[in-house]
């Protein structure tokens, strides 16, 4: 899976990932990321580039950003069973085979 991260998100997860400088096109396993602040939390917005299907999660303390693709994982399936249903088939395919997870600038 690829995190097309802005700026600001990618400030926040320097420290604990690896941000590659090369850009990738669009694909169906592309999220772009940005940060959100509400009420003075911070959140993620995570949007598919395909799809637009857009989801938050919190992620304001150091714990949450050290687990960032987990908790992307345990919202994106909140959100499928509360949209679509629980049936873990829908959930399975918007991730992808190989498990491999990068992070990279926006395209724009």
Known sequence: MIFSCTKKVL???????????????????????????????NYFLFTNSKTLFSV???????????????IFKETLKDQIGKLIGNNLQYYKSLLPI???????????
């Open 11 to 41: 400030d926040k997860i320097k420290k604990y990932r690896h941000v590659e400088v090369s850009k990738e096109e669009v694909s169906f396993y592309n999220w772009y990321v940005d940060l959100i602040n509400l009420e003075r939390k």
């Open 56 to 70: 938050f999660a919190y992620m304001g303390t150091h714990k949450e950003l050290k687990n960032i693709e987990e």
């Open 98 to 108: 190989d498990n491999e997870n990068r992070f990279l600038k926006t395209n724009s």
